[in-house]
Nanobody, 121 residues
């Protein structure tokens, strides 16, 4: 079964840091675009950061300068380093992966189950 699993969420005081990890598993040949989304209570899911293909990253304005998306292609993992966290960053964070399968040879979009980040004031 091809899937992605996030980890690293938790409770942190304002100003603190967390690093989220996302690891795809299954018959994956390579990673294409990888992104992190979040959904706060009562709000729509929004794109937080996306790495198009290693080194080409884009961020929502509210996290620029505080969050960094990175990937380890050797381990097929992607990370979201979150610094200077604010209470408004509280949300469930989802990993989104566009992967190339080994077989059949096609691209597939995957979503993780989400990991909760809570920032206390």
């Amino acid at each position: 079964q091809v899937q992605v699993v996030e980890s690293g969420g938790g409770l942190v005081p304002a100003g603190g840091s967390l690093r989220l990890s996302c690891v795809p598993s299954g018959s994956i040949f390579s990673l294409n675009a990888m992104g992190w989304y979040r959904q706060a209570p009562g709000k729509q899911r929004e794109l937080v950061a996306i790495d198009i293909s290693g080194g080409n990253a884009h961020y929502v304005d509210s996290v620029k300068g505080r969050f960094t998306i990175s990937r380890d292609n050797a381990k097929n993992m992607v990370y979201l380093q979150m610094n200077s966290l604010k209470p408004e960053d509280t949300a469930v964070y989802f990993c989104n992966a566009d992967v190339r399968l080994i077989f059949p040879q096609r691209n597939l979009e995957l979503w993780g189950q989400g990991t909760l980040v809570t920032v206390s004031s």
